[in-house]
Protein backbone atom coordinates (compact mmCIF):
# COMPACT_ATOMS: atom_id res chain seq x y z
CA UNK A 1 0.00 0.00 0.00
CA UNK A 2 1.05 3.47 -0.91
CA UNK A 3 0.02 7.13 0.29
CA UNK A 4 -0.57 7.95 -3.38
CA UNK A 5 -3.25 5.52 -3.95
CA UNK A 6 -7.14 5.47 -3.96
CA UNK A 7 -7.30 2.52 -1.09
CA UNK A 8 -5.39 4.55 1.60
CA UNK A 9 -6.62 7.98 0.93
CA UNK A 10 -10.41 6.99 1.06
CA UNK A 11 -10.17 3.66 2.90
CA UNK A 12 -7.42 2.82 5.63
CA UNK A 13 -6.31 6.24 6.90
CA UNK A 14 -10.17 7.65 7.52
CA UNK A 15 -10.67 3.88 8.85
CA UNK A 16 -7.38 3.95 11.02
CA UNK A 17 -7.96 7.49 12.36
CA UNK A 18 -11.25 6.74 13.48
CA UNK A 19 -10.38 3.62 15.75
CA UNK A 20 -7.41 5.66 16.56
CA UNK A 21 -9.27 8.12 18.21
CA UNK A 22 -12.39 6.31 19.57
CA UNK A 23 -9.95 4.28 21.41
CA UNK A 24 -8.79 4.99 24.91
CA UNK A 25 -5.57 7.11 24.83
CA UNK A 26 -3.53 4.61 27.12
CA UNK A 27 -4.81 1.52 24.06
CA UNK A 28 -3.92 4.37 20.57
CA UNK A 29 -0.16 2.69 20.87
CA UNK A 30 -1.46 -0.64 19.82
CA UNK A 31 -3.95 0.73 17.13
CA UNK A 32 -1.01 2.39 15.33
CA UNK A 33 1.23 -0.90 15.99
CA UNK A 34 -1.54 -3.09 14.83
CA UNK A 35 -2.13 -0.78 11.67
CA UNK A 36 1.06 -0.48 10.97
CA UNK A 37 1.63 -4.03 10.63
CA UNK A 38 -1.31 -4.62 8.91
CA UNK A 39 -0.17 -1.82 6.38
CA UNK A 40 3.19 -3.32 5.91
CA UNK A 41 1.10 -6.76 5.46
CA UNK A 42 -0.75 -5.50 2.78
CA UNK A 43 2.25 -5.44 0.32
CA UNK A 44 4.54 -7.75 2.46
CA UNK A 45 2.67 -10.44 4.06
CA UNK A 46 5.70 -12.97 4.52
CA UNK A 47 7.74 -10.28 6.04
CA UNK A 48 5.78 -8.99 8.36
CA UNK A 49 7.13 -11.85 10.97
CA UNK A 50 10.94 -10.59 10.11
CA UNK A 51 9.88 -7.31 11.30
CA UNK A 52 8.32 -8.72 14.66
CA UNK A 53 11.38 -10.74 15.29
CA UNK A 54 13.77 -7.35 14.41
CA UNK A 55 11.54 -5.94 17.11
CA UNK A 56 11.51 -8.63 19.40
CA UNK A 57 15.24 -8.83 19.63
CA UNK A 58 15.72 -5.07 19.71
CA UNK A 59 13.26 -4.96 23.01
CA UNK A 60 15.28 -7.47 24.67
CA UNK A 61 18.58 -6.92 23.82
CA UNK A 62 17.97 -3.38 25.37
CA UNK A 63 16.04 -4.54 28.26
CA UNK A 64 19.08 -6.68 28.64
CA UNK A 65 21.72 -3.60 27.97
CA UNK A 66 20.20 -1.28 30.89
CA UNK A 67 19.87 -4.75 33.42
CA UNK A 68 23.57 -4.92 33.16
CA UNK A 69 24.50 -1.47 31.93
CA UNK A 70 28.32 -0.89 32.58
CA UNK A 71 29.48 -4.65 32.33
CA UNK A 72 30.43 -7.11 29.00
CA UNK A 73 26.60 -8.53 29.20
CA UNK A 74 25.70 -5.18 28.21
CA UNK A 75 28.56 -4.89 25.25
CA UNK A 76 27.40 -8.16 24.17
CA UNK A 77 23.89 -7.88 24.30
CA UNK A 78 24.33 -4.54 21.95
CA UNK A 79 26.55 -6.16 19.36
CA UNK A 80 24.00 -9.21 18.93
CA UNK A 81 21.41 -7.16 18.01
CA UNK A 82 23.49 -4.62 15.82
CA UNK A 83 24.46 -7.82 14.45
CA UNK A 84 21.19 -8.74 14.17
CA UNK A 85 19.70 -6.15 12.63
CA UNK A 86 22.66 -5.69 10.00
CA UNK A 87 23.14 -9.14 9.25
CA UNK A 88 19.43 -9.22 8.13
CA UNK A 89 19.71 -6.01 5.96
CA UNK A 90 22.98 -7.50 4.48
CA UNK A 91 21.13 -10.86 3.97
CA UNK A 92 18.12 -9.44 2.27
CA UNK A 93 19.41 -6.70 0.34
CA UNK A 94 23.16 -7.73 -0.54
CA UNK A 95 23.28 -11.63 -0.59
CA UNK A 96 22.79 -11.62 -4.75
CA UNK A 97 24.64 -8.51 -5.13
CA UNK A 98 28.09 -10.41 -3.21
CA UNK A 99 27.36 -14.32 -5.14
CA UNK A 100 27.35 -12.07 -8.60
CA UNK A 101 30.89 -10.36 -7.62
CA UNK A 102 31.99 -13.61 -6.35
CA UNK A 103 31.16 -15.54 -9.08
CA UNK A 104 32.84 -13.05 -11.52
CA UNK A 105 35.69 -12.66 -9.56
CA UNK A 106 36.40 -16.46 -9.19
CA UNK A 107 34.64 -18.09 -11.71
CA UNK A 108 32.91 -20.27 -9.87
CA UNK A 109 28.90 -20.90 -9.90
CA UNK A 110 27.09 -19.96 -6.81
CA UNK A 111 23.13 -19.78 -7.80
CA UNK A 112 21.95 -16.59 -6.66
CA UNK A 113 19.09 -16.49 -4.04
CA UNK A 114 16.85 -14.14 -5.30
CA UNK A 115 15.35 -13.12 -2.79
CA UNK A 116 12.83 -10.14 -2.94
CA UNK A 117 13.76 -7.42 -0.58
CA UNK A 118 11.26 -6.16 2.35
CA UNK A 119 10.34 -2.82 1.55
CA UNK A 120 11.39 -0.16 4.46
CA UNK A 121 14.20 -2.76 5.61
CA UNK A 122 17.04 -0.33 4.83
CA UNK A 123 15.03 2.70 7.22
CA UNK A 124 13.81 0.14 10.19
CA UNK A 125 16.64 -1.87 10.86
CA UNK A 126 18.90 1.81 10.97
CA UNK A 127 16.03 2.94 13.66
CA UNK A 128 16.67 -0.25 15.49
CA UNK A 129 20.20 0.04 15.47
CA UNK A 130 20.15 3.50 16.76
CA UNK A 131 17.78 2.65 19.73
CA UNK A 132 19.68 -0.16 20.98
CA UNK A 133 23.30 1.84 20.59
CA UNK A 134 21.32 5.02 22.49
CA UNK A 135 20.32 2.52 24.95
CA UNK A 136 24.06 1.70 25.59
CA UNK A 137 25.30 5.14 25.46
CA UNK A 138 22.88 5.97 28.25
CA UNK A 139 19.34 5.95 27.14
CA UNK A 140 15.86 4.69 29.27
CA UNK A 141 14.98 1.06 27.18
CA UNK A 142 11.24 1.00 26.60
CA UNK A 143 9.68 -1.36 28.75
CA UNK A 144 6.31 -1.56 26.90
CA UNK A 145 6.71 -3.61 23.97
CA UNK A 146 3.88 -2.03 22.02
CA UNK A 147 5.03 1.46 22.24
CA UNK A 148 8.41 -0.10 21.15
CA UNK A 149 6.47 -1.52 18.04
CA UNK A 150 4.44 1.68 17.47
CA UNK A 151 7.89 3.21 17.27
CA UNK A 152 9.84 1.14 14.75
CA UNK A 153 6.67 0.11 12.37
CA UNK A 154 4.95 3.31 12.34
CA UNK A 155 3.38 3.21 9.27
CA UNK A 156 3.37 6.83 8.46
CA UNK A 157 7.45 7.13 8.44
CA UNK A 158 7.94 2.78 7.85
CA UNK A 159 8.63 2.45 4.25
CA UNK A 160 10.82 5.53 3.31
CA UNK A 161 11.49 7.32 6.63
CA UNK A 162 12.45 10.12 7.70
CA UNK A 163 14.77 7.54 10.22
CA UNK A 164 13.26 8.86 13.24
CA UNK A 165 15.77 8.96 16.35
CA UNK A 166 14.58 7.62 19.50
CA UNK A 167 15.53 10.28 21.50
CA UNK A 168 13.32 12.43 19.62
CA UNK A 169 10.28 10.63 20.30
CA UNK A 170 10.74 8.72 23.43
CA UNK A 171 8.40 11.19 25.05
CA UNK A 172 5.77 11.51 22.32
CA UNK A 173 5.30 7.78 23.25
CA UNK A 174 3.37 8.52 26.49
CA UNK A 175 2.95 12.01 26.07
CA UNK A 176 1.74 13.49 23.07
CA UNK A 177 -0.94 16.17 22.65
CA UNK A 178 -3.30 16.79 20.08
CA UNK A 179 -5.62 19.60 18.78
CA UNK A 180 -7.14 21.19 15.88
CA UNK A 181 -4.78 23.20 15.12
CA UNK A 182 -2.16 20.50 14.89
CA UNK A 183 -3.88 18.10 12.76
CA UNK A 184 -4.47 21.18 10.13
CA UNK A 185 -1.19 21.26 10.02
CA UNK A 186 -1.41 17.72 9.45
CA UNK A 187 -3.36 17.35 6.69
CA UNK A 188 -2.09 20.67 4.59
CA UNK A 189 1.79 19.19 5.10
CA UNK A 190 0.16 15.54 3.93
CA UNK A 191 -1.58 17.05 1.08
CA UNK A 192 1.67 19.25 -0.34
CA UNK A 193 3.36 16.02 -0.09
CA UNK A 194 1.10 14.60 -2.17
CA UNK A 195 0.99 16.84 -4.96
CA UNK A 196 4.44 16.91 -4.86
CA UNK A 197 4.73 13.33 -5.70
CA UNK A 198 1.49 12.84 -8.15
CA UNK A 199 1.02 16.38 -9.73
CA UNK A 200 4.79 16.82 -9.85
CA UNK A 201 7.03 13.41 -9.46
CA UNK A 202 5.11 11.19 -11.67
CA UNK A 203 5.08 13.63 -14.31
CA UNK A 204 8.72 14.22 -14.54
CA UNK A 205 8.66 10.34 -14.38
CA UNK A 206 6.92 9.81 -17.52
CA UNK A 207 9.04 12.26 -19.74
CA UNK A 208 12.25 10.29 -18.13
CA UNK A 209 10.25 6.92 -19.55
CA UNK A 210 10.06 8.55 -23.11
CA UNK A 211 13.49 9.98 -23.18
CA UNK A 212 14.79 6.12 -22.05
CA UNK A 213 12.82 4.84 -25.32
CA UNK A 214 13.16 7.56 -28.05
CA UNK A 215 15.32 6.65 -30.69
CA UNK A 216 15.64 10.24 -31.56
CA UNK A 217 18.24 11.41 -28.89
CA UNK A 218 20.40 14.85 -28.67
CA UNK A 219 22.26 16.51 -26.07
CA UNK A 220 20.10 19.05 -25.45
CA UNK A 221 17.14 16.09 -24.26
CA UNK A 222 19.93 14.83 -22.27
CA UNK A 223 20.46 17.50 -20.06
CA UNK A 224 16.14 17.72 -20.02
CA UNK A 225 16.40 14.45 -18.88
CA UNK A 226 18.85 14.17 -16.35
CA UNK A 227 16.86 17.96 -14.97
CA UNK A 228 13.92 15.65 -15.07
CA UNK A 229 15.29 13.18 -12.92
CA UNK A 230 16.69 15.37 -10.46
CA UNK A 231 13.47 17.42 -10.07
CA UNK A 232 11.42 13.83 -9.92
CA UNK A 233 13.73 12.14 -7.04
CA UNK A 234 13.37 15.50 -5.13
CA UNK A 235 10.03 15.92 -5.41
CA UNK A 236 9.10 11.94 -4.98
CA UNK A 237 11.21 11.55 -1.70
CA UNK A 238 10.58 15.46 -0.13
CA UNK A 239 6.86 14.83 -1.03
CA UNK A 240 6.87 11.33 1.00
CA UNK A 241 8.33 12.90 3.78
CA UNK A 242 5.88 15.85 3.89
CA UNK A 243 3.17 13.23 4.02
CA UNK A 244 4.68 11.22 6.85
CA UNK A 245 5.43 14.53 8.92
CA UNK A 246 1.69 15.11 8.35
CA UNK A 247 0.83 12.32 8.94
CA UNK A 248 2.25 12.28 12.05
CA UNK A 249 0.94 15.17 12.89
CA UNK A 250 -2.91 14.15 12.94
CA UNK A 251 -1.78 10.96 15.43
CA UNK A 252 -0.28 13.49 17.35
CA UNK A 253 3.68 13.27 16.48
CA UNK A 254 6.24 15.60 15.51
CA UNK A 255 8.84 13.79 13.04
CA UNK A 256 12.21 16.00 12.50
CA UNK A 257 12.17 18.01 8.48
CA UNK A 258 14.01 15.78 6.25
CA UNK A 259 14.87 18.34 3.22
CA UNK A 260 15.89 22.07 4.10
CA UNK A 261 15.69 22.56 -0.03
CA UNK A 262 19.04 21.33 -1.10
CA UNK A 263 19.22 22.54 -4.55
CA UNK A 264 19.95 26.30 -3.20
CA UNK A 265 23.19 25.02 -1.47
CA UNK A 266 26.62 26.56 -2.11
CA UNK A 267 28.43 23.99 -1.50
CA UNK A 268 28.00 19.83 -1.21
CA UNK A 269 28.77 19.66 2.56
CA UNK A 270 25.57 22.48 2.73
CA UNK A 271 23.40 19.84 0.06
CA UNK A 272 24.35 17.13 2.55
CA UNK A 273 22.82 18.79 5.33
CA UNK A 274 19.46 19.83 3.32
CA UNK A 275 18.76 16.37 1.54
CA UNK A 276 17.89 13.45 3.49
CA UNK A 277 18.74 14.69 6.52
CA UNK A 278 17.97 11.73 9.01
CA UNK A 279 20.16 9.97 7.01
CA UNK A 280 22.82 12.05 6.75
CA UNK A 281 22.25 12.26 10.77
CA UNK A 282 22.58 8.94 11.71
CA UNK A 283 25.78 8.19 9.67
CA UNK A 284 27.80 11.10 11.47
CA UNK A 285 26.31 10.24 14.93
CA UNK A 286 26.78 6.26 14.44
CA UNK A 287 29.74 5.86 11.87
CA UNK A 288 31.77 8.80 11.45
CA UNK A 289 31.81 10.28 14.97
CA UNK A 290 32.77 7.39 16.75
CA UNK A 291 35.35 6.59 13.73
CA UNK A 292 36.82 9.85 15.10
CA UNK A 293 35.11 12.41 12.82
CA UNK A 294 37.40 15.23 12.19
CA UNK A 295 39.33 15.50 15.45
CA UNK A 296 41.63 13.53 13.74
CA UNK A 297 44.80 14.10 11.76
CA UNK A 298 44.75 14.51 7.57
CA UNK A 299 45.17 10.61 6.65
CA UNK A 300 42.54 9.03 9.04
CA UNK A 301 40.00 12.38 8.61
CA UNK A 302 39.71 11.38 4.74
CA UNK A 303 39.65 7.89 5.40
CA UNK A 304 36.25 8.83 7.73
CA UNK A 305 35.39 10.77 5.13
CA UNK A 306 35.55 7.88 2.32
CA UNK A 307 34.45 5.17 4.89
CA UNK A 308 30.93 6.79 6.00
CA UNK A 309 30.33 8.00 1.66
CA UNK A 310 31.30 4.30 0.81
CA UNK A 311 28.64 3.10 3.00
CA UNK A 312 25.74 5.88 2.09
CA UNK A 313 26.38 4.95 -1.37
CA UNK A 314 25.72 1.04 -0.55
CA UNK A 315 22.96 1.72 2.05
CA UNK A 316 21.45 2.95 -0.98
CA UNK A 317 21.74 -0.24 -3.33
CA UNK A 318 23.63 -3.13 -4.00
CA UNK A 319 24.82 -1.97 -7.45
CA UNK A 320 28.03 -0.51 -8.68
CA UNK A 321 26.69 2.90 -9.23
CA UNK A 322 25.62 3.29 -6.07
CA UNK A 323 29.31 2.60 -4.20
CA UNK A 324 30.26 4.75 -7.15
CA UNK A 325 28.08 7.30 -6.31
CA UNK A 326 29.01 7.43 -2.38
CA UNK A 327 32.82 8.10 -4.06
CA UNK A 328 32.26 10.51 -5.81
CA UNK A 329 30.50 12.57 -2.97
CA UNK A 330 33.68 11.51 -0.45
CA UNK A 331 36.19 13.03 -3.26
CA UNK A 332 33.77 16.32 -3.74
CA UNK A 333 33.59 16.79 0.27
CA UNK A 334 37.29 16.14 0.71
CA UNK A 335 38.13 18.37 -2.34
CA UNK A 336 36.16 21.16 -0.43
CA UNK A 337 37.56 20.71 2.70
CA UNK A 338 41.18 20.72 1.87
CA UNK A 339 41.09 22.32 -1.23
CA UNK A 340 38.64 24.92 -2.44
CA UNK A 341 36.00 25.50 0.42
CA UNK A 342 36.91 28.57 1.13
CA UNK A 343 37.15 29.93 -2.35
CA UNK A 344 32.72 28.82 -2.68
CA UNK A 345 32.31 31.18 -0.06
CA UNK A 346 33.22 34.35 -1.37
CA UNK A 347 31.98 33.33 -4.65
CA UNK A 348 28.15 32.82 -4.33
CA UNK A 349 26.92 32.22 -8.06
CA UNK A 350 29.69 30.63 -9.04
CA UNK A 351 29.26 28.23 -6.27
CA UNK A 352 25.40 27.33 -6.47
CA UNK A 353 26.25 26.60 -10.41
CA UNK A 354 28.88 23.99 -9.21
CA UNK A 355 26.64 22.53 -6.83
CA UNK A 356 23.83 21.87 -9.32
CA UNK A 357 26.47 20.72 -12.02
CA UNK A 358 27.61 18.34 -9.52
CA UNK A 359 24.59 16.92 -7.88
CA UNK A 360 23.25 16.81 -11.92
CA UNK A 361 26.37 14.52 -12.89
CA UNK A 362 25.31 12.95 -9.02
CA UNK A 363 22.34 11.94 -10.64
CA UNK A 364 23.05 10.61 -13.70
CA UNK A 365 25.44 8.09 -11.40
CA UNK A 366 22.42 7.27 -9.10
CA UNK A 367 19.86 6.38 -12.37
CA UNK A 368 22.71 4.47 -14.32
CA UNK A 369 21.83 0.83 -13.45
CA UNK A 370 24.43 -0.55 -15.60
CA UNK A 371 28.09 1.19 -16.70
CA UNK A 372 27.29 1.21 -20.03
CA UNK A 373 24.67 2.82 -19.13
CA UNK A 374 26.16 5.68 -17.09
CA UNK A 375 28.98 5.94 -19.95
CA UNK A 376 26.46 6.96 -22.55
CA UNK A 377 24.57 9.39 -20.09
CA UNK A 378 27.92 10.94 -19.73
CA UNK A 379 28.54 10.79 -23.53
CA UNK A 380 25.06 12.48 -24.07
CA UNK A 381 25.55 15.68 -21.87
CA UNK A 382 28.88 16.13 -23.14
CA UNK A 383 28.26 15.78 -26.90
CA UNK A 384 30.81 13.25 -27.02
CA UNK A 385 30.13 11.26 -30.58
CA UNK A 386 27.33 12.17 -33.43
CA UNK A 387 24.83 12.89 -31.63
CA UNK A 388 22.80 16.58 -32.07
CA UNK A 389 22.49 19.61 -30.29
CA UNK A 390 19.30 19.38 -30.52
CA UNK A 391 16.51 17.11 -32.03
CA UNK A 392 12.92 17.70 -33.35
CA UNK A 393 11.88 15.29 -29.83
CA UNK A 394 13.26 17.27 -27.87
CA UNK A 395 11.78 20.56 -28.73
CA UNK A 396 8.69 19.14 -28.64
CA UNK A 397 8.65 17.80 -25.01
CA UNK A 398 10.34 21.16 -24.37
CA UNK A 399 7.59 23.16 -25.43
CA UNK A 400 4.94 21.01 -24.01
CA UNK A 401 7.00 20.60 -20.79
CA UNK A 402 8.58 23.88 -20.11
CA UNK A 403 5.27 25.13 -17.52
CA UNK A 404 6.44 21.69 -15.61
CA UNK A 405 9.97 22.85 -15.96
CA UNK A 406 9.66 26.10 -14.33
CA UNK A 407 6.89 24.83 -12.00
CA UNK A 408 9.16 22.25 -10.58
CA UNK A 409 12.71 24.55 -10.15
CA UNK A 410 10.55 27.34 -8.72
CA UNK A 411 8.94 24.64 -5.59
CA UNK A 412 12.50 23.51 -4.95
CA UNK A 413 13.01 27.25 -3.73
CA UNK A 414 11.85 28.41 -0.64
CA UNK A 415 9.89 31.16 -2.78
CA UNK A 416 6.25 30.31 -2.29
CA UNK A 417 6.81 29.48 1.48
CA UNK A 418 7.78 33.11 2.32
CA UNK A 419 5.21 34.26 -0.24
CA UNK A 420 2.57 32.75 2.10
CA UNK A 421 4.95 33.28 5.31
CA UNK A 422 4.55 37.33 4.21
CA UNK A 423 1.16 37.11 2.94
CA UNK A 424 -0.40 35.86 6.36
CA UNK A 425 1.66 38.47 8.38
CA UNK A 426 -1.15 40.63 6.32
CA UNK A 427 -3.61 40.82 9.37
CA UNK A 428 -6.30 42.70 7.28
CA UNK A 429 -6.94 39.51 4.95
CA UNK A 430 -5.47 36.63 7.68
CA UNK A 431 -9.49 35.06 8.11
CA UNK A 432 -9.44 35.53 3.36
CA UNK A 433 -5.61 33.57 3.18
CA UNK A 434 -7.44 30.57 5.76
CA UNK A 435 -10.29 30.16 3.52
CA UNK A 436 -8.35 30.20 -0.10
CA UNK A 437 -5.73 28.11 1.71
CA UNK A 438 -9.06 25.41 2.62
CA UNK A 439 -10.24 25.94 -1.24
CA UNK A 440 -6.96 25.45 -2.67
CA UNK A 441 -6.50 22.34 -0.15
CA UNK A 442 -9.49 20.82 -1.27
CA UNK A 443 -9.20 21.64 -5.19
CA UNK A 444 -5.50 20.02 -4.22
CA UNK A 445 -7.01 16.70 -3.31
CA UNK A 446 -9.73 16.72 -6.48
CA UNK A 447 -7.15 16.88 -8.73
CA UNK A 448 -4.78 14.52 -7.30
CA UNK A 449 -7.85 11.78 -6.63
CA UNK A 450 -8.75 12.73 -10.51
CA UNK A 451 -5.43 11.88 -11.63
CA UNK A 452 -4.92 8.53 -9.47
CA UNK A 453 -8.01 7.01 -10.44
CA UNK A 454 -7.03 7.73 -14.13
CA UNK A 455 -3.53 6.90 -13.68
CA UNK A 456 -1.28 3.71 -12.86
CA UNK A 457 0.35 2.10 -10.16
CA UNK A 458 3.27 5.09 -9.16
CA UNK A 459 5.38 3.78 -6.17
CA UNK A 460 7.74 6.04 -4.46
CA UNK A 461 11.36 5.51 -5.75
CA UNK A 462 13.08 5.55 -2.41
CA UNK A 463 10.98 1.91 -2.33
CA UNK A 464 13.57 -0.03 -3.43
CA UNK A 465 16.47 0.97 -1.41
Excluded at 311 to 335: E, R
Amino acid sequence: MIFSSILFLYYFLPIILLVYFITPKKRRNAILFVSSLLFYAWGEPKYVLLMLLSILQGYLCARMIEKHRGTKIAKRAMLLSVFFSGGSLLYFKYADFFIENFRSITGIHVSLLKIALPIGISFYTFQLISYVVDVYRGAHAQTNFLNLGAYIAMFPQLIAGPIIRYEDIERQLTERSYSFEQAAEGICRFLIGLAKKVLLANQFGELIAIFRDSLDLSVVYYWMYILAFSLQIYFDFSGYSDMAIGLGKLFGFEFTENFNYPYISKSITEFWRRWHISLGTWFRDYVYIPLGGNKVDLGRHIRNIAIVWLLTGFWHGASWNFVLWGLYFAILLILEKYVFGKCLEKYSVLSHIYVILAVLVSFLIFNADQMNVLVADIKGILGIGSLPLISAEAIYYLKSNGLLFVTGIVGTTPFMRKLMEKIRMEKNIKRIVNVIEIILMIATLIIVTAYLVDGSFNPFLYFRF
